[in-house]
């Protein structure tokens, strides 16, 4: 079939360091042939340039500094890439997509990207959005509240049937359902602040928003970095689990402010089909890199010690999109973004994998001496990665206590019980030899 192409220009708008307000930051020109996107260019605009607190709109693909030494720069993606990976971190991937397309009744993956980018409002994932025009307005959208939450989740169940959802429902529904990832969820808020609000479904082996909030839980007692979550269980029995937004910052008066947000996809300059040949070395090098300033070892220190909990508690959904990198305009730097999106997997079998590569040992093999053996990436020694190990062995060891204490029904835990191996399964007791050694 012969296409023509079409042109979709916008102007792309960014909140800066926690500001409410967006500024225009450039020009973007996305072609497409169809639904498929064939390429794109980006000029950054000569005011924005000027900005003391400039962010790049893509780090990997729009460097500022370049934009700077010539006038009116044309960036374009990545060699292999139709798309400038921060501008397709603006749309959704796979649930933003099906509500988006359930409004517009077309079928799944039917519209193209441009369409996804429209239509994924300003309560999107990061700080970018884009106008028509550099003074345009931003679009308005009032989230729903927790209150709303059973018909939230009565809107998401038709969007999985394939239903049409009744137009007002629609309005309360969409403004903040459009977030990427498989799981049907809604942005919304409570108490003042923005959450993402992450529902079951129907299909799902154990009640997953009561596990992924206890999970999440249980990394924050390894001493890692997770926003505040909230169990919701609904008066039909229902279970939701409430995870803070890290990308807004509430402001006083009810305004929000919003950071800039990259996935580890857009980093590695990488096509999702290529996330399985990534390894945590690569994300903990690009902290070394582009790390803010002064939290660059404390980032890697972190990374290394979600990778080691991902290997405890079986989480072989890290691919990617479920990494991600928030700009910090005083360190002039990238941070590691706040935990989220661990689940246990339960299995049967002890030879478990990752979906990035762990060490230079073992590759994507789940197991403890497999880190170990990539301590050094991560700007640890020898002896403080096994204390590392060692303390998130002895936490995790003991998650039915804490599940427990976190509201998880016993009968829950019985059925995810096979994701958590034991020590010798995964390899401690050579971790442990390998410091006796030294
Ligand atoms: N607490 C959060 N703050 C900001 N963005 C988030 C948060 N949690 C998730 N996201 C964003 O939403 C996307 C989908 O959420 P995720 O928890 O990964 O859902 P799923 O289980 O469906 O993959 C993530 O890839 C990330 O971009
Ligand atoms: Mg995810």
Redesign the pocket.
Known sequence: MIFNTTTWSKYVFIALEGAAESVPAGKLELFEEGIKPAGSTFVYGNKYLQRANAAAVDPVSMPLDEAKQSKEMVFQPPAGLALFGAIRDAAPDSWGRRVIENMLRAAPDGLPETEYLAHAGPHRTGALDFRDSPTAPAEPGKLPDAKELSYLLDAAAMIQDGKPVPKKLQLLFSVGATFG??RPKAVLLDNGRQWVAKFPVARDGFNVPVVERATLELARKCGMRVPVTKPVHLPDGRDVMLIERFDRVPLPGGAFGKRHVVSALTMLKMHESDTASANYTDLADLLGERGATGFVAADKVELFKRMVFNILVTND?DHL??HAFVWDGANKGWRLSDLY?VVPKPQVGSERFLVLGVGPAMGRLATLDNALSAAGRFGLLKHAAVEIIQQLSAVVREWRTYFEEFGVPKAECDKITSAFRKPQAIGLREVEKAVQKA
Request: glycine letters at 16%; a negative charge.
């Open positions: 990832g498989a959904d999109r479920n999106d």
